[in-house]
């Protein structure tokens, strides 16, 4: 007699757009149901994203693969659809993984018609293959704003979405503080809440919901009582250097520091970002902090329903997010730089296995990344991890387990090409294929190599602020050639691998084939 199928576990991903890790350090008071869910779980203090900006950083997570293997650098570049997705992956055994919010993934044109939905929805983003969707929030899917209308509010565009009500003050001193022209009950991070929770109410049996909320990503403008919220006085004093015309004296910081715009986190900072007064700056990112509360807020409301309907302890809850933002950290306004403010990331599990409950509370220093999503999501459902993933399941530090061979680094990538007119070509004299930058990362030193510009090093313990170059000094030779070394192997073990993987069918069609490497 066969056993009886056990029943599938439910899997709860929750993934805000441009959460910093520092930020964790924020008042309790402010955060209190991320603070109870690391309580509840398990919290990685050394965790770092692969890319940035959005679409490249997912595209890791959902694979577990490195950029430089699967390929997709710069948003809107499409995932090819030979690489299978954790959605694809968790069909096979039986879940129908949806999303809310967005996959921020393009989807692959190769086989597709020109006039295919995938190729026309989400602008440009596309859905992620092996998803369902449950609500999305991006190109044609304006579902938010239907629900405005219908509660009474006047929005002709999805821009007039996320501009201030001006005629309602700045509580907090600057330029940022104006609030959302909604109340917080009906704001975009408030309604993919309430859609989620909806969806959840009708599922019957094990299920996979991927929640990706919009926020605390730009622009910076919260709604009321979260505009307010935070006191930019009781804020910490930004990282840089005093002289903003030469951080660390490098010319892609150089060139950033002249091209970036302050408008691109708030809509009423005019002009270059290194301008920005310190009293705006530190407005701004208070009103960062404030949607950062909003998010935790519907957090709780979710939870509060999970265990309300007896599903909090059959469901494995992991938060994480796909990258950080600078908000005026070294002068800087976007994501375009090498520094740890832009990669290191929260991640908390909670695994709601009975045996789990003894590390509750713990915190992880093991080095993990973006690439480990998947594998973890393949080991918790019990299928087979594929050979050919970047990434390692951290299912085992969950249950109080040490994996042998962890890494002891960390390894993200940022592709500052920018098609069809792309501005970092003419100004620093290098190539469309030369616009990247590469850091490892270990807890000693953060080594940046550039394919046409000079290397940074940075001593990470006596220089964490990285606001000294060490590459160019005598003193650092061996070490600058130790990292190149570094950069150049994981280059070798991880680089796009479609061409040498392929294989020819009896049938004349072409295969993929897995291999593992040593």
Same mark, same amino acid.
């Given at each position: 007699? =066969?056993?009886?199928?056990?029943?599938?576990?439910?899997?709860?991903?929750?993934?805000?757009?441009?959460?910093?890790?520092?930020?964790?350090?924020?008042?309790?008071?402010?955060?209190?149901?991320?603070?109870?869910?690391?309580?509840?779980?398990?919290?990685?203090?050394?965790?770092?994203?692969?890319?940035?900006?959005?679409?490249?950083?997912?595209?890791?997570?959902?694979?577990?693969?490195?950029?430089?293997?699967?390929?997709?650098?710069?948003?809107?570049?499409?995932?090819?659809?030979?690489?299978?997705?954790?959605?694809?992956?968790?069909?096979?055994?039986?879940?129908?993984?949806?999303?809310?919010?967005?996959?921020?993934?393009?989807?692959?044109?190769?086989?597709?018609?020109?006039?295919?939905?995938?190729?026309?929805?989400?602008?440009?983003?596309?859905?992620?293959?092996?998803?369902?969707?449950?609500?999305?929030?991006?190109?044609?899917?304006?579902?938010?704003?239907?629900?405005?209308?219908?509660?009474?509010?006047?929005?002709?565009?999805?821009?007039?979405? $996320?501009?201030?009500?001006?005629?309602?003050?700045?509580?907090?001193?600057?330029?940022?503080?104006?609030?959302?022209?909604?109340?917080?009950?009906?704001?975009?991070?408030?309604?993919?809440?309430?859609?989620?929770?909806?969806?959840?109410?009708?599922?019957?049996?094990?299920?996979?919901?991927?929640?990706?909320?919009?926020?605390?990503?730009?622009?910076?403008?919260?709604?009321?009582?979260?505009?307010?919220?935070?006191?930019?006085?009781?804020?910490?004093?930004?990282?840089?250097?005093?002289?903003?015309?030469?951080?660390?004296?490098?010319?892609?910081?150089?060139?950033?520091?002249?091209?970036?715009?302050?408008?691109?986190?708030?809509?009423?900072?005019?002009?270059?970002?290194?301008?920005?007064?310190?009293?705006?700056?530190?407005?701004?990112?208070?009103?960062?902090?404030?949607?950062?509360?909003?998010?935790?807020?519907?957090?709780?409301?979710?939870?509060?329903?999970?265990?309300?309907?007896?599903?909090?302890?059959?469901?494995?809850?992991?938060?994480?997010?796909?990258?950080?933002?600078?908000?005026?950290?070294?002068?800087?306004?976007?994501?375009?730089?090498?520094?740890?403010?832009?990669?290191?990331?929260?991640?908390?599990?909670?695994?709601?296995?009975?045996?789990?409950?003894?590390?509750?509370?713990?915190?992880?220093?093991?080095?993990?990344?973006?690439?480990?999503?998947?594998?973890?999501?393949?080991?918790?459902?019990?299928?087979?991890?594929?050979?050919?993933?970047?990434?390692?399941?951290?299912?085992?530090?969950?249950?109080?387990?040490?994996?042998?061979?962890?890494?002891?680094?960390?390894?993200?990538?940022?592709?500052?090409?920018?098609?069809?007119?792309?501005?970092?070509?003419?100004? =620093?004299?290098?190539?469309?294929?030369?616009? =990247?930058?590469?850091?490892?990362?270990?807890?000693?030193?953060?080594?940046? $190599?550039?394919?046409?510009?000079?290397?940074?090093?940075?001593?990470?313990?006596?220089?964490?602020?990285?606001?000294?170059?060490?590459?160019?000094?005598?003193?650092?030779?061996?070490?600058?050639?130790?990292?190149?070394?570094?950069?150049?192997?994981?280059?070798?073990?991880?680089?796009?691998?479609?061409?040498?993987?392929?294989?020819?069918?009896?049938?004349? =069609?072409?295969?993929?084939?897995?291999?593992?490497?040593?």
């Amino acid at each position: 007699m =066969m056993p009886a199928p056990q029943p599938r576990k439910n899997v709860l991903m929750i993934i805000p757009d441009q959460w910093r890790y520092d930020q964790l350090g924020m008042d309790p008071s402010l955060t209190p149901n991320f603070h109870a869910l690391m309580r509840d779980g398990v919290a990685f203090e050394n965790h770092y994203g692969q890319m940035v900006p959005c679409a490249p950083s997912r595209a890791s997570m959902y694979t577990g693969l490195y950029g430089i293997t699967h390929r997709v650098v710069v948003n809107r570049s499409p995932l090819a659809e030979h690489h299978r997705t954790f959605a694809q992956h968790l069909r096979t055994v039986g879940y129908a993984p949806t999303v809310f919010g967005y996959s921020d993934t393009a989807a692959d044109p190769t086989h597709r018609h020109p006039n295919d939905p995938a190729l026309l929805d989400n602008d440009g983003f596309g859905l992620l293959q092996g998803l369902d969707v449950g609500c999305m929030m991006v190109g044609r899917h304006w579902a938010w704003l239907g629900e405005l209308r219908r509660r009474g509010y006047v929005f002709d565009h999805n821009d007039d979405l $996320f501009a201030a009500d001006y005629t309602k003050p700045s509580p907090n001193g600057g330029i940022a503080g104006h609030p959302a022209r909604y109340k917080a009950e009906d704001s975009d991070t408030a309604f993919l809440t309430d859609q989620t929770i909806s969806w959840l109410g009708a599922q019957d049996q094990g299920w996979c919901a991927m929640l990706c909320y919009l926020r605390p990503h730009p622009p910076f403008i919260a709604p009321e009582p979260y505009n307010g919220l935070v006191d930019p006085a009781t804020l910490a004093p930004m990282n840089r250097l005093p002289e903003r015309l030469d951080e660390v004296n490098h010319p892609f910081m150089a060139f950033q520091l002249e091209v970036g715009r302050a408008n691109e986190v708030h809509p009423d900072l005019k002009g270059r970002a290194r301008d920005v007064s310190d009293t705006d700056w530190q407005s701004v990112r208070a009103a960062y902090c404030g949607l950062m509360a909003e998010v935790d807020h519907n957090i709780g409301r979710l939870i509060d329903w999970l265990k309300a309907s007896g599903q909090y302890d059959n469901t494995l809850i992991i938060f994480t997010s796909d990258h950080g933002d600078p908000i005026g950290d070294h002068w800087l306004a976007n994501q375009a730089s090498w520094h740890d403010y832009q990669a290191h990331l929260p991640l908390v599990i909670r695994d709601p296995a009975p045996e789990a409950r003894t590390y509750d509370g713990m915190k992880v220093s093991a080095f993990t990344e973006g690439v480990d999503l998947l594998p973890t999501l393949l080991d918790y459902v019990g299928i087979e991890l594929p050979t050919e993933l970047d990434g390692q399941s951290v299912m085992p530090f969950v249950r109080g387990e040490t994996p042998e061979k962890w890494r002891d680094f960390v390894h993200w990538e940022y592709h500052f090409k920018s098609p069809p007119e792309n501005p970092f070509s003419g100004p =620093m004299g290098i190539s469309e294929d030369e616009c =990247m930058l590469s850091v490892i990362r270990d807890r000693r030193y953060k080594h940046v $190599f550039f394919p046409s510009l000079p290397s940074l090093l940075f001593d990470m313990v006596n220089d964490p602020g990285e606001r000294r170059n060490l590459a160019a000094d005598p003193a650092f030779a061996a070490i600058e050639r130790e990292y190149l070394a570094k950069q150049l192997t994981l280059r070798i073990l991880h680089a796009d691998r479609r061409t040498s993987t392929t294989v020819l069918g009896r049938d004349g =069609m072409v295969r993929y084939q897995n291999y593992r490497r040593s």
